[in-house]
């Protein structure tokens, strides 16, 4: 087996792809606007999507996606995996230097894999990587311990970011997430450099001009504005003051920014990220434990409902724990439509018969007040079944996560996102060795031998036709035991002035170089 | 002699006072649930928890509670308010960077608040049953009682949507360029809304007081006899009542300072205004304790130093005070 893509081949096609219509033109100043205050400008240490944006424009990685999750070059030019799928060899382009003149060697890639691995929270990316040679300056050779096919997305968006040794290595690898260099005058090779950061306010990037790809990026200035309120955001867009801006999640507002004709509004670019919500159950406790009554919370909850009243038709219906968007979605589990006669013979079945109008009681969390009508709603539609259900509700995200994270709760609604391959996002919820370790790991207590070994086989499979099959079963037995069900899509849009050409809509959304981005005349 | 006397005991309590708000916020923000590492976590979509673990070793939250609270209270004696684990810098310095657009929007407001608020309420008080008395009483219950993030909103869509008059969001747009003047501008032209929304709500308490004031006032003697030497009526109103019924105004608007501050929360948040309301709003949500007791320690800061103005200008105005 052997991947062997020549750089330029590629990188006609995804000019191909890109150049549409009309021309990229060069020039101007994009002024986007992210939603949440950013922790850290270095992706090499911080993970999430307010990182994502401004990280993947000041470090570059070295592969990038097309919109169908097909590899592409970026930093190296080609890629060859080992036929024993135990070495990637990585060969780096010849000209790129980062953002203070200095070229950009393997040396650096090897030097970043360690920081990410001592720093980065999604461990399981490069945790069967075990060492990285260096034969020459321009070639990198990812030793495996096992064969890892979600290395490959791995090295892609956000979640590679190449720093440079000779900025970022005068700390031990464990403290770069604490270098003043993250957020003060940080050094990468992405298309653009950073000008200014003030906390709480903006970001201003400006063209990198010794960027490796020629004539590249389009735009000379990207300006970030920080804007906490959804309803001054999309203010923001309609009159035209800020030009993009994405991972806008409330239905109500995506709705009218969708009538507003100078926009375009689409859930296109978070495939990737894979964001998903669900109704947690904790497999643990009372009567959640009988697989007849999780069922019967399924059958009784109707997602139609929830995607079409409550989300206002924004969100999509998604079965499993993998996003509909990713290659590896199984669609054709059972997706529980209602049915409240087969929810009560469920739960007559699992001992627990209708006495005074109800069977039990459980409890029912939520970690941000979003999505309280979802909450409200599993309240009154487990009702219609005998189940009483009482809404706890948190002071703040953390008091949930501590909840979560000691498996202190019945229900909980949950959003929990994918992040690329399902190996980084998607195992952590049902793998049984990683049972209540803390917030967004397998909470619910949910155990299945085949399941473990379904996942184990799928990690080191570097066949995606054999991988896809097991995924495939891997959902199935997930969607018929129910740890989780699996309601919709996190309503995420992206929002952009129709003078945007070439918007960040592929699979990592704005998790990746906006280079190819241009403003319209 | 008398006067620093009385300075330096309310210095004294201020600092006693700043103390027990330190230990008490630190000993709360330790009873609840979770911490920073769990948002730090969110922020990154998930850790593990050794990386958990780490992360709380990182910031000594791993420490007993009686030795970080003595951790803290030892650096704030030598005037370091920690390092923010949020934001990844010294609290001092994200304070102060904020400080300056927090001041410039709450004493903008104030001022604002009270000037416009006077006026009305002196216009209302000269005829209080005439049509501008009860639009004075209309409009400042309204500006009382409605919502400042709903006020705010609806003088978005108004003043920056539907007539494009005011920009929507923050102290500056980046992309401009010109000389200090053109700034200048600029901030101005940012400041109009937020500033609005906030002295809204103000405004209806002084209007009604200093209405209130005016219309007692108004019927003393002394303006019986200014009346009767045959001075006109604005001269009557506005040099000899309006002195005289400023005083509980300003005293009132010093009580005020430290609700206009809690105010800026909101509206800094609707307009992400890059002030300490935002910070202070942020750092809650992460459960940031380092920045929340520096948000805390300067806004105590400031009301303090906002009752000592205002004890300064009631002695301006009311020379009776002068000898206390």
């Keep these: 087996m052997k991947h062997l893509i020549k750089g330029f081949v590629a990188a006609a096609l995804l000019a191909g792809t890109a150049v549409a219509d009309d021309a990229p033109k060069r020039g101007g100043t994009l002024v986007t606007v992210i939603g949440t205050n950013v922790r850290n400008l270095n992706s090499a240490v911080q993970s999430g999507i307010a990182t994502g944006y401004p990280g993947a424009q000041l470090f570059a990685s070295p592969l990038r996606y097309d919109e169908d999750w097909t590899p592409q070059p970026y930093l190296a030019e080609s890629w060859e995996v080992s036929d024993d799928g135990l070495s990637v060899t990585l060969n780096l382009v010849k000209n790129a230097k980062f953002h203070d003149g200095t070229p950009l060697t393997s040396k650096d890639v090897a030097f970043s894999v360690e920081v990410i691995k001592a720093n980065h929270p999604f461990k399981a990316m490069f945790a069967p990587v075990e060492t990285v040679e260096t034969p020459d300056d321009h070639t990198a050779i990812l030793k495996l311990s096992k064969p890892h096919p979600a290395l490959m997305l791995a090295m892609s968006g956000q979640l590679m970011s190449i720093i440079p040794q000779h900025i970022y290595g005068d700390v031990p690898v464990d403290q770069v997430k604490t270098h003043p260099r993250n957020n003060e005058n940080p050094v990468g090779s992405g298309p653009f450099k950073l000008t200014e950061y003030k906390s709480g306010e903006h970001i201003i990037l400006e063209r990198f001009d010794d960027f490796f790809i020629e004539g590249r990026p389009y735009l000379d200035k990207v300006v970030m504005r920080i804007i906490t309120d959804p309803a001054a955001r999309a203010i923001a867009y309609e009159n035209g003051e800020v030009q993009m801006g994405a991972f806008e999640s409330l239905p109500r507002i995506i709705n009218r920014l969708k009538k507003v004709d100078t926009l375009t509004v689409t859930p296109d670019g978070y495939g990737a990220i894979g964001p998903l919500d669900w109704l947690a159950m904790n497999t643990q406790r009372g009567p959640l434990k009988d697989v007849r009554v999780r069922k019967a919370i399924a059958y009784a909850v109707d997602k139609n409902f929830i995607q079409k009243a409550l989300m206002l038709g924004t969100a999509s219906d998604s079965r499993t724990g993998i996003h509909p968007d990713s290659p590896f979605y199984n669609g054709e589990v059972d997706g529980y439509d209602v049915d409240l006669d087969k929810a009560a013979a469920l739960l007559d079945e699992a001992g627990f018969p209708l006495k005074d109008g109800s069977r039990f009681g459980l409890t029912i969390d939520f970690g941000w007040p979003g999505v309280k009508p979802q909450v409200e709603y599993v309240k009154a539609a487990l009702k219609k079944v005998g189940i009483d259900v009482e809404v706890r509700s948190s002071a703040d995200f953390p008091t949930w996560a501590k909840r979560m994270g000691e498996m202190d709760f019945d229900l909980s609604w949950d959003t929990v996102f994918n992040w690329g391959d399902p190996v980084i996002g998607v195992h952590r919820t049902y793998d049984s060795t990683n049972v209540g370790k803390g917030v967004w790991s397998n909470t619910q207590g949910y155990a299945n031998a085949r399941v473990d070994e379904l996942m184990a086989m799928a990690a080191v499979e570097n066949d995606p036709a054999k991988r896809k099959a097991l995924y495939k079963e891997f959902q199935a037995i997930i969607a018929d035991e129910l740890p989780v069900y699996h309601t919709n899509t996190l309503p995420y849009h992206t929002v952009y002035n129709n003078k945007v050409g070439n918007p960040p809509v592929g699979i990592w959304g704005t998790s990746t170089p906006i280079d190819m981005t241009y403003l319209k005349d | ?324």
Excluded: C
């Design chain 2, 1 to 324: 002699m008398q006067f620093l006397l009385t300075t330096s005991k309310r210095v004294f309590y201020a600092i006693v006072l700043l103390v027990a708000v330190l230990v008490l916020n630190f000993s709360l923000m330790h009873l609840a649930p979770g911490d920073v590492a769990d948002t730090i976590s969110q922020s990154m979509g998930g850790a593990d928890q050794e990386l958990l673990d780490q992360i709380r070793a990182d910031y000594g939250l791993d420490q007993p509670f009686v030795v970080q609270l003595g951790r803290y209270i030892g650096g704030v004696l030598t005037f370091d308010l920690g390092f923010s684990f949020f934001y990844n810098m010294p609290v001092t310095e994200l304070i102060l960077q904020r400080l300056p657009a927090t001041l410039l929007l709450v004493l903008s407001a104030q001022l604002l608040a009270l000037v416009v608020g006077v006026l009305l309420g002196v216009m209302s008080a000269r005829k209080p049953n005439g049509i501008t008395s009860h639009f004075v009483t209309f409009l400042a219950l309204f500006g009382y009682s409605a919502p400042v993030f709903w006020t705010g909103i609806l003088l978005l869509i108004g003043f920056s949507l539907n007539i494009q008059i005011f920009p929507v969001a923050g102290m500056q747009d980046v992309t401009i360029e010109g000389g200090f003047w053109v700034h200048a501008w600029d901030i101005f032209m940012h400041l109009m809304l937020p500033m609005i929304t906030l002295a809204s709500i103000f405004l209806a308490l002084y209007s009604r007081l200093s209405r209130a004031t005016m219309m007692e006032v108004l019927g003393s003697d002394y303006v019986r006899t200014a009346k009767a030497k045959g001075l006109s009526q604005n001269q009557v109103v506005y040099k000899h009542a309006l002195k005289n019924a400023l005083s509980p105004v300003i005293t009132l608007a010093g009580l005020q300072f430290s609700a206009v501050i809690s105010g800026a929360v909101l509206v800094e948040t609707v307009f992400s205004w890059p002030g300490l309301g935002t910070l202070a709003f942020q750092s809650i949500i992460a459960r940031d304790t380092p920045t929340i007791l520096g948000i805390l320690f300067f806004s105590a800061l400031v009301v303090i130093v906002g009752n000592l103005l205002t004890d300064m200008a009631l002695r301006l105005v009311d020379p009776r005070l002068r000898g206390r």
